[in-house]
C-alpha cells in the first residue's frame, strides 16, 4: 500500500499529544498575559460551568452582515462566587535563569474551612509574619512578578455539594511592582468578585478539563474510517486497517486509549453579561444536573469545555483580537426549561 502516505496523512493532532488523563481538575495557566493597564488587578477567577441557555443581542461588530441587528447566540452560565485571597508569592530570578519563589506572606488568620480541608501542614509563624512583609519590600527591585494565592468558596454554592475549596495562585498584572504591592495588600482577605476582576464585553480564556469518555477505540478516538462488514473483513471493522511495521508503533499510527478528560485551553470567549441576580438567569427547574445559581455569574458566549459543576480557570486573554469596547446590548435571556 504505497499510496497510504499520500492518501492518508497521520491521525490527530502532534499538539495535544499525549492523550492522556489530567492531572488536576482545575488546571492552572503556564503563562499569563502582560497588562498595560495603569491600575493592578488580578489576571485571573474560577468558576463552576451551571450549564447553557441562549440569548439576543445586538451584533456590534463593524463589518458583520448583520450589524446593528438583533441576533440569536448559545450561551454558557459559569457560576463565580467571590474568591477569598490568602496570600502574596513574590518571584524572583534564580540563579539558573528560571523564576523561582522567593518568599510568601500569608494572613494571621486563615478560615477554618480552608486550613482544615486544604492547607493542613501549613505551619505559621505569626510573630515573624510582618517580617517576611518587609522583607518583600526590601527587595522590590528584585522581583520579576507577584502572585495571590486564592481560595474559592463551593460553600456557596449549593449545587456542587462540597465544601473543599481549591486553592490556586494568580498572577497581579497592570501597573509597576510597587503598584501590584499595594493592590495585593489591599485585597488580603477581602472577598473579591467577578466584577472586581473582569468587564462585561471583554475577552477571556478558558482552561479546564474535558469531558472523560474512558478507553475508547480508533473510530471514535481519530475517526478512523470504519471497515465494511463483510465476511472477509473476519478480524473487525471498528479499527485500523494496518498498524505500521513490526517495530515498536509509530505515532502517526491510530491506536485505542484514553479519550477526555483533557487539559485543554479555549482562547477568546466573550463576556456578554455579568449577572448579580440569580432570578435574571435561572431557568424554569434550574439547569439539568446542576440546579440553581446562587451566586453572580457570567454568560460567555458560545460553549466551553467540561462538564456541570467542574472548575473553570478564567484568565486574561493572552494573544486577543480587536472586539468593540461597548458593552454588549443583552435584550432577551431565555428562562426556558432545559429539561426537554
Known amino acids: 500500500m504505497g499510496h497510504r502516505k499520500l492518501a492518508s496523512p497521520r491521525r490527530g493532532s502532534a499538539g495535544l ?3 492522556k488523563r ?3 481538575i482545575l488546571p ?5 498575559p502582560s497588562v498595560s493597564s495603569s491600575s493592578s488587578t488580578l489576571l485571573g477567577f474560577v468558576g463552576y ?10 451584533n456590534d461588530i463593524k463589518g458583520s452582515s448583520e450589524f446593528g441587528k438583533e441576533v440569536f447566540t448559545p450561551v454558557t452560565v459559569i457560576e463565580t462566587p467571590p474568591i477569598l485571597p490568602i496570600a502574596l508569592r513574590a518571584y524572583i530570578l534564580g540563579d539558573n535563569g528560571e523564576p523561582e519563589v522567593f518568599t510568601d506572606y ?11 480541608r486544604k492547607i493542613k501542614n501549613l505551619k505559621l509563624n505569626k510573630d515573624k509574619l510582618n517580617d517576611l512583609l518587609e522583607k518583600i519590600k526590601a527587595n522590590q527591585n528584585n522581583i520579576l512578578y507577584l502572585r495571590a494565592i486564592v481560595s474559592t468558596q463551593p ?4 449545587a456542587l455539594g462540597k465544601k473543599k ?3 490556586v495562585e494568580v498572577q497581579i498584572g497592570g501597573g509597576d511592582i510597587s503598584s501590584q504591592l499595594n493592590y495585593a495588600l489591599s485585597i488580603l482577605g477581602k472577598q473579591i468578585s467577578v466584577g472586581d476582576v473582569f468587564k462585561e464585553g471583554q475577552l477571556i480564556d478558558i482552561l479546564g478539563v474535558t469531558k472523560g469518555k474512558g478507553f475508547q477505540g480508533v473510530v471514535k478516538r481519530y475517526s478512523v474510517m470504519e471497515l465494511p462488514r463483510w465476511h472477509k473483513n ?10 505500521g511495521p513490526s517495530m515498536s508503533t509509530p505515532s502517526y499510527t491510530p491506536q485505542p486509549g484514553q479519550l477526555g478528560f483533557h487539559r485543554r485551553t479555549e482562547y477568546n470567549k466573550r463576556i456578554l453579561k455579568i449577572i448579580n441576580n440569580p432570578d435574571e438567569i435561572n431557568p424554569k427547574g434550574g439547569f439539568v444536573k446542576y440546579g440553581l445559581v446562587k451566586n453572580t455569574s457570567l454568560l460567555l458566549q458560545g460553549s466551553t469545555i467540561g462538564v456541570r459543576k467542574r472548575p473553570l480557570f478564567l484568565r486574561y486573554p493572552i494573544r486577543p483580537y480587536e472586539i468593540p469596547v461597548e458593552i454588549p446590548k443583552v435584550t432577551y435571556v431565555s428562562l426556558n426549561s432545559k429539561q426537554g
Open 49 to 58: 460551568k451551571a450549564g447553557m441557555t441562549h440569548v439576543y443581542y445586538v
Open 155 to 158: 460553600k456557596l454554592v449549593p
Open 22 to 24: 489530567s492531572n488536576e
Open 17 to 19: 499529544r499525549p492523550r
Open 28 to 32: 492552572t495557566p503556564r503563562s499569563w
Open 106 to 116: 500569608w494572613i494571621p488568620d486563615i478560615p477554618k474551612e480552608i486550613s482544615e
Open 165 to 167: 475549596p481549591e486553592i
Open 234 to 243: 473476519r478480524k473487525g471493522s471498528r479499527k485500523a486497517g494496518t498498524k
